[in-house]
Nanobody, 125 residues
Framework: QVQLVESGGGLVQAGGSLRLSCAAS????????MGWFRQAPGKEREFVAV????????RYADSVKGRFTISRDNAKNTVYLQMNSLKPEDTAVYYC??????????????????WGQGTQVTVSS
């Protein structure tokens, strides 16, 4: 069983930065690939970024490439999402998720075993 707790959300002006963290419980964190997803009001949940168990492979949604960076620290059981050059359209609840499958499969929203409760990110114009 893995429990995920996100933090770091908040209100920021367009062009600003935020770093989200997702702390995982359990001793098997390093065996999971980790992903970030987001859901804006009235919209479906969408993929943001994913990282494999070692941190050697990452994938990003086209909408965030070059602005967001996903990373992980297996010693701290934590995955991060550094968000720069934020835009109002980045406003959403951000969720982290864990799964044992490959990053391509996880980026499509499949085979994700655990989810956090979400953290709100609001970008003002």
């Amino acid at each position: 069983q893995v429990q995920l707790v996100e933090s770091g959300g908040g209100l920021v002006q367009a062009g600003g930065s935020l770093r989200l963290s997702c702390a995982a419980s359990g001793r098997t964190f390093s065996s999971y690939a980790m992903g970030w997803f987001r859901q804006a009001p009235g919209k479906e949940r969408e993929f943001v970024a994913v990282i494999n168990w070692s941190g050697g492979t990452t994938r990003y949604a086209d909408s965030v490439k070059g602005r967001f960076t996903i990373s992980r620290d297996n010693a701290k059981n934590t995955v991060y999402l550094q968000m720069n050059s934020l835009k109002p359209e980045d406003t959403a609840v951000y969720y982290c998720a864990a799964g044992r499958s490959d990053t391509v499969t996880l980026s499509k929203g499949y085979e994700l075993d655990y989810w956090g409760q979400g953290t709100q990110v609001t970008v003002s114009s």
